[in-house]
Every structure is written in C-alpha cells, then in structure tokens.
C-alpha cells in the first residue's frame, strides 16, 4: 500500500469541512436556543400548556436532530479524508 505524498491536502480539507459544519450546526442550534428562551417567556405568561408541550417537543428534536447530523458530516468527511491520505498519487505527464 502507497501512502500519498501529499497528505495535507485530504487533512486541510478536513479542518475546512469541520469548521463549515461547526458553523452550520451554531446557526440551527440557535434557533432551538430561541427555542428554549420562548418557551421560558411563555411559561412566564402562563401560556396554553400544549403550546408550552410542544415547542419544549420542537427544541429537542431539534437539537438531537441537529448533533445527529453533525456527527454524520464529521464522521463522512473524516473517511474521505483518511482515503485520500491512503490514495495513491496519480501519474503526473
């Protein structure tokens, strides 16, 4: 097995795609935050306990959904970036 020689390609693009995904997570999970927030105001006011029921319902699907797709974009990358890595290096004319 050839290791390719220039591996800091596929780990740049690793950091690159990590940040990007990071960035993407902190957007979506802010709005569960909102989320969270409204739903201690509305609690404040005495709201209508099935509205409080299901925003508190809509923020934890959205933060477990949110971690779940975090993690699925890390861990994707990080098997593209390990096999290119592990690419051999193509035949340059």
């Known amino acids: 097995m050839q290791f390719n020689k220039r591996p800091i390609k596929p780990v740049l693009s690793f950091v690159g ?4 995904g990071f960035f ?3 957007a979506v999970y802010s709005i569960a ?3 969270s927030f409204l739903v201690e105001r509305l609690e404040d006011f005495h709201c209508d306990p099935i509205t409080i029921t299901i925003l508190t319902y809509l923020h934890f699907a959205l933060e477990g959904a949110d971690a779940i797709v975090f993690l699925v974009y890390i ?3 990080g098997i593209e970036a390990v096999h290119g890595m592990l690419k051999r290096d193509e035949e340059k004319p």
Request: aromatic residues 16%; charged residues 0%.
């Open 24 to 26: 993407a997570f902190g």
């Open 17 to 20: 795609h990590s940040f990007a």
């Open 75 to 77: 861990g994707v990358t």
């Open 33 to 35: 935050v909102i989320l």
